[in-house]
């Protein structure tokens, strides 16, 4: 069982900047993909970033180039650094692990106003 909390979002300018944690219970250095997905109110989730356990990270075509994935393994925590936030980028952000079975934080936050 692994348990994902995550941390760092709130309210920020358009063109500022947030650094989304995710802290994992158990360790992270063994799972087949980790990632963060975004939602906002009518819409489906949405994938904004993943990586593999053998590296490979994928970012959503709206994000790319201002948005970053990374992981701690030493803290068992992932990180998604965001810059040039842009209003469209507001939403719930989740923290999602795939090891056989999947696991979701319970959401951070992020609005960006104009």
């Known amino acids: 069982q692994v348990q994902l909390v995550e941390s760092g979002g709130g309210l920020v300018q358009a063109g500022g900047s947030l650094r989304l944690s995710c802290a994992a219970s158990?360790?992270?250095?063994?799972?087949?993909?980790m990632g963060w997905y975004r939602q906002v109110p009518g819409k489906q989730r949405e994938l904004v970033a993943r990586?593999?356990?053998?590296?490979?990270?994928t970012y959503a075509d709206s994000v790319k180039g201002r948005f970053t994935i990374s992981r701690d393994n030493a803290k068992n925590t992932m990180y998604l650094q965001m810059n040039s936030l842009k209003p469209e980028d507001t939403g719930v952000y989740y923290c999602?692990?795939?090891?056989?079975?999947?696991?979701w934080g319970q959401g951070t936050q992020v609005t960006v106003s104009s």
């Open positions: 999602n692990l795939v090891r056989g079975a999947e696991y």
């Open positions: 158990g360790s992270i250095f063994i799972f087949n993909f």
């Open positions: 990586i593999t356990s053998g590296g490979s990270i």
